[in-house]
């Protein structure tokens, strides 16, 4: 196929209804133009990081209304949107993998167009890391300390698996997804760049291991050391083998 006649298929100008109603010509247009690309990978690194900046902007959107039904007690609503973050968490992380189909080299091609540039200057990125500690308050004024109750309680002393459990659960996923996404992102830059090299901003990118360990809702971590060193000191920390039993 001749190259020159896909790229005026992909540019030609909106005029269907589902074009107009997406805004397609606007959208395709985000990317540089096909003949000032740096090397056939920087079309795919564009599109990778605008389709995040787009889920980051319908999961911030979720959890404002996140916030606004636990205030409510709507566990179930709450829940459900909870969930429709971890799909988008979970997509957001798979889409890096088409990152890894870059050659180092080809890579930092790519680099030279960022300027001073990086991942951490991303709005989605910042709004979120701004917006989900709240659910915390939130979460606690609706269902814990406003409730009467504290975290041990959901999860041990009046243990019932009920709607401040499933609530709390969904809290705790999101949580480990965001982490296993920063995680996935660190991975990204070794496989590029290494893990003792500067960034763009000067500053070696070992320090970002120190945002993909932190935790937003801390309380529910905690909580399962706090429940198993109690029980360790109940039940025995060391026990008998198994084997050794069997034996006998």
Not at 51 to 72: C, N
Not at 180 to 200: E, N, T, V
Request: aromatic share 10%; proline share 2%.
């Amino acid at each position: 196929m001749e190259r020159r006649k896909v790229y005026e298929l992909l540019e030609a100008p909106a005029a269907l209804d589902y074009e107009l109603y997406l805004n397609t010509e606007k959208l395709l247009t985000c990317q540089k133009p096909f003949d000032d690309l740096a090397n056939a990978d920087e079309l795919q690194f564009q599109i990778v990081h605008q389709v995040e900046e787009l889920w980051m902007k319908l999961m911030a959107y979720t959890v404002v209304a996140v916030d606004e039904y636990m205030r409510e007690k709507q566990a179930f609503r709450a829940v459900t949107l909870l969930g429709r973050c971890h799909r988008i968490m979970r997509m957001m992380t798979d889409q890096l993998d088409l990152l890894e189909t870059m050659s180092p080299k080809e890579y930092q091609q790519i680099r030279l167009q960022l300027g001073n540039g990086s991942g951490q200057e991303s709005p989605g990125f910042r709004v979120l890391l701004r917006i989900i500690p709240d659910l915390w308050e939130t979460f606690d004024q609706a269902y814990v300390t406003g409730a009467g109750r504290t975290v041990r309680d959901i999860y041990d002393h009046g243990y019932a698996h009920d709607e401040a459990y499933a609530v709390a659960e969904a809290l705790i996923e999101l949580d480990e997804l965001f982490g296993k996404f920063r995680w996935h992102h660190l991975f990204l830059i070794h496989r590029s760049i290494g893990m003792g090299s500067a960034s763009l901003k000067g500053r070696s990118v070992d320090l970002l291991q120190a945002g993909a360990k932190h935790r937003f809702f801390p309380e529910l971590w905690d909580v399962r050391v706090e429940m198993t060193d109690e029980w360790g000191h109940d039940y025995g920390r060391v026990r008998d083998s198994i084997a050794e039993k069997a034996e006998h």
